[in-house]
């Protein structure tokens, strides 16, 4: 399994910015996927995920602001974030994950200047 992440830049604090993640298999459509980020200094944290079913689930510090999707038919899980604040920026990791599986994208770089 390969998962390519894109999307990533520099925004200004309120902007909005789109994160997509594609992958590859067919293991995909039972995958539960997610989003994680890690800023400077600081631990990798969740973001948010989505099971093969569409339940959704959303840290705390993106609730209201950032919106999980995937599309099965293509093997792409995306990330809509609104209202970004300078806080959110880090390194953001696309995950897919199944009972007997873990696997990690390479990351993209978001940065929100104030």
């Known amino acids: 399994?390969?998962?390519q992440a894109s999307g990533g830049g520099l925004v200004q604090n309120g902007e909005s910015l789109r994160l997509s993640c594609a992958a590859s298999g067919s293991i995909f459509k039972?995958?539960?996927?997610?989003?994680?980020?890690?800023a400077p200094g600081k631990q990798r944290e969740l973001v948010a995920t989505i099971t093969s079913g569409g339940s959704t689930y959303y840290g705390d510090s993106v609730?209201?602001?950032f919106t999980i999707s995937r599309d099965n038919g293509k093997n792409t899980?995306?990330?809509?974030?609104n209202s970004l604040k300078p806080e959110d920026t880090a390194v953001y990791f696309c995950n897919l994950r199944t009972r007997a599986a873990d696997y990690w994208g390479q990351g993209t770089l978001v940065t929100v200047s104030s």
């Open 77 to 81: 899980v995306d990330l809509q974030m």
């Open 30 to 38: 039972i995958a539960v996927m997610g989003w994680y980020r890690q």
């Open 1 to 3: 399994v390969q998962l």
């Open 63 to 65: 609730k209201e602001r």
